[in-house]
C-alpha cells in the first residue's frame, strides 16, 4: 500500500480535512506563521540530560581502550606498526566529541531489558562496549556518506578523505566497519548473544550502504520523476532508521538474553516509524534554519528530501516547472526560489501537522506494545533521539 506523507495508517482525504482550516488562513497570517517557523520555532541542538552526563564520563573512558584494542601492534602485526599508528590518528580524529547517543542509548536498553540479577559493572561495561560498536559502525557510514556526496566537513572539521588524501577515501570506512568485527571477537565471543550480534552488524551495515545507494541514485533523477513517498520512505528506512533507532534496541534485546521474535518484532515497528519520524524533522529543519541550526543544502544537492516530495505532490504544472528548473541548483536564487514555493504550498503548516500526528501515532503504538517490552524505554528514545515538537500555529 502506498505511504502517504502522514503515514500508511492515514489516508489522504483525513489529511485534505485536517488541512481544510488552514486554507482558511488569510495569505498574510501564512506570511507571518511561515516567518515564525523560521525564527522561532526551529528546536535548539540536542542536550543530553543531566542524568545521562555521568554515563556519558564513563562512556568516554573506554575510548582509549578501543583504540588500544584495535591498534596494539603484537606479534601477529609487528611489521605493520605504521599502519596501526595510522589507525589510531583515524579512531582520535572522528571517534572523540558528539554526544554519542547511539552507544549510550545501547546501555539504556540493557539497563531498562536485563533482569535486575545482571545488572553487574561487568555486564555494564560490555554494553559500552557494544555501544562503541554501534558509534564506530555509524562513523564509518559518516565517512562513506562524506566520500559518495564529496563533503567538505563534518561536525566542525574537514572530512577525513581531505585530511588523509594520501590513502584511498574508501579504506577507513573498511577498517572502521572490520573494527567492529575484531571488537566483537575479542569481548564477546563466549556471549549467547554473539553470533546474533555479528549478524545484526552485518546486515545493518549493508542496509545503510543500500539507503546511500538509493537516495544518490534517486538524485541522479533530474526529472524528479523517482521523487515519491515510497521512494522517500525507503531512503528514509534503509539510511537512517535500522543504524540510528532500530539497532540500540536489538542489541539490547539480544544481550539481556530476549529472543522473542515477536518483542523484536514490536520494537522493530515502532522504531522504524520513530526513525522516520525523525528523518522528516530533519529534512525541514535542513531548509528552515536559523542561528542555532543552520540550514543545510537538501535543495542545492538535489536530496529526495520530505519537502520536494509533498511539493511535487501539490504543486501547479507552473510550480512543477519551477522545481525542475531550479531543484539541485546552487544557485543562491533558485534556492530561495524553492523556499518561496514551499511556502507558498503551505508546507511549513503541513509539517507542524504531520508532526503532531505522527508523535500521537507513536505514542499509541507505545501504548499498544505487549509481551513484556516497557513502554518507558520507547517514550525516553522518542524524547532523546527525536527533535521536540515546533510549537503549534
Known amino acids: 500500500m502506498r505511504r502517504s506523507l502522514f503515514s500508511s495508517a492515514t489516508t489522504w482525504s483525513t489529511i485534505q480535512s485536517l ?29 543530553i540530560p543531566a542524568w545521562k552526563q555521568s554515563e556519558l564520563l564513563e562512556f568516554n573512558r573506554l ?28 579512531l ?3 571517534m572523540t566529541g558528539g554526544s554519542k547517543m547511539r552507544g549510550l542509548a545501547v546501555v539504556q536498553a540493557y539497563r531498562t531489558l536485563a533482569a535486575p540479577g545482571d545488572l553487574s559493572e561487568e555486564n555494564f561495561k560490555l554494553a559500552r562496549i557494544m555501544g562503541w560498536c554501534l558509534e564506530i559502525l555509524h562513523t564509518s557510514l559518516g565517512l562513506t556518506h562524506d566520500i559518495l556526496n564529496q563533503a567538505e566537513h563534518r561536525n566542525g572539521k574537514l572530512c577525513w ?36 550480534a555479528m549478524e545484526l552488524f552485518h546486515d545493518i551495515s549493508h542496509k545503510a550502504i543500500m539507503g546511500m ?29 535500522y543504524h540510528s533507532f532500530k539497532n540500540y534496541v536489538s542489541l539490547g534485546l539480544y544481550m539481556a538474553g530476549v529472543r522473542d521474535l515477536e518483542m523484536h518484532r514490536q520494537a522493530r515497528t515502532i522504531l522504524l516509524e520513530m526513525g522516520h519520524f525523525y528523518q522528516v524533522q530533519k529534512d525541514y529543519y535542513n ?49 530561495e526560489a524553492v523556499k518561496q514555493l514551499y511556502m ?43 527533535m521536540p515538537l515546533s510549537n503549534r500555529i
Open 19 to 47: 488541512l481544510k482550516t488552514q486554507n482558511s488562513i488569510t495569505a498574510r497570517m501564512r506570511s507571518d506563521c511561515a516567518a515564525s517557523v523560521m525564527l522561532k520555532d526551529v528546536p535548539q541542538a540536542a542536550v
Open 63 to 90: 575510548l582509549p581502550d578501543i583504540v588500544r584494542d584495535l591498534t596494539e601492534t603484537d606479534t601477529r602485526y609487528y611489521d605493520v606498526d605504521i599502519s596501526n599508528k595510522w589507525f589510531a590518528k583515524l
Open 92 to 94: 582520535q580524529y572522528n
Open 161 to 196: 578523505y581531505l585530511h588523509s588524501p594520501r590513502q584511498q577515501p574508501d579504506e577507513a570506512p573498511r577498517l572502521l566497519q572490520n573494527a567492529i568485527f575484531i571488537l566483537l571477537k575479542k569481548h564477546f565471543q563466549n556471549q549467547s548473544y554473539y553470533v546474533d
Open 213 to 241: 545507494v538509493l537516495e544518490l541514485e534517486t538524485q541522479t533523477d533530474f526529472m524528479l520523476n523517482q521523487f515519491t513517498m515510497d521512494r522517500y520512505s525507503s531512503i528514509a528506512k534503509y539510511k537512517t532508521a
Open 287 to 335: 531548509c528552515f534554519g536559523n542561528s542555532e541550526m543552520l540550514p543545510g543544502t537538501d535543495i542545492e544537492d538535489g536530496k529526495c528530501s520530505w519537502l520536494v516530495v509533498v511539493a511535487l505532490q501539490r504543486a501547479s504544472v507552473e510550480q512543477k516547472q519551477l522545481l525542475l528548473e531550479s531543484y539541485g541548483s546552487k544557485d543562491p536564487a533558485k534556492v
Open 344 to 386: 507558498d504550498l503551505g508546507l511549513p503548516s503541513t509539517f507542524k501537522l504531520y508532526e503532531e500526528h505522527t508523535h500521537d501515532l507513536i505514542c499509541t503504538q507505545i501504548q499498544q506494545i505487549s509481551r513484556g517490552l516497557p513502554h518507558k524505554l520507547f517514550y525516553t528514545y522518542l524524547k532523546n533521539f527525536t
